[in-house]
């Protein structure tokens, strides 16, 4: 009943941006924290930057001043818009919403690809 929807990946050179997003919909009681998280291959998933239902953020070290994270309350979309980007930064994204709901919990996008290279 509840899905997460990714876009704006794609292939970026150094110093580019983009803007992903990701839409929560089906049977949504609510929606509380949303995130979004990068994986490598060989590395374990980490969190890149969340959001409260309050709008409290946090970002990781790595991207701080680069990265913002918002969301649409109205859509339960979350976005994040990556600016200055590395070939570090390359990675496949997910976002992730906690969600109350007839399953309540952590529920996951399927990822998208970011892919920063000149």
């Known amino acids: 009943q509840v899905q997460l929807v990714e876009s704006g990946g794609g292939l970026v050179q150094p110093g580019g941006s983009l803007r992903l997003s990701c839409a929560a919909s089906?049977?949504?009681?609510?929606?509380?924290?949303m995130g979004w998280f990068r994986q490598t291959p060989g590395k374990q998933r980490e969190l890149v930057a969340s959001i409260t239902s309050g709008g409290r953020t946090n970002y990781a070290d790595s991207v701080k001043g680069r990265f913002a994270i918002s969301r649409d309350y109205a859509k339960n979309t979350v976005f994040l818009q990556m600016s200055s980007l590395k070939p570090e930064d390359t990675a496949v994204y997910y976002c992730?919403?906690?969600?109350?709901?007839?399953?309540?919990?952590?529920?996951w996008g399927q990822g998208t690809q970011v892919t920063v290279s000149s």
């Open positions: 992730n919403a906690n969600i109350v709901a007839s399953v309540t919990g952590g529920y």
């Open positions: 089906g049977s949504i009681i609510r929606v509380n924290d």
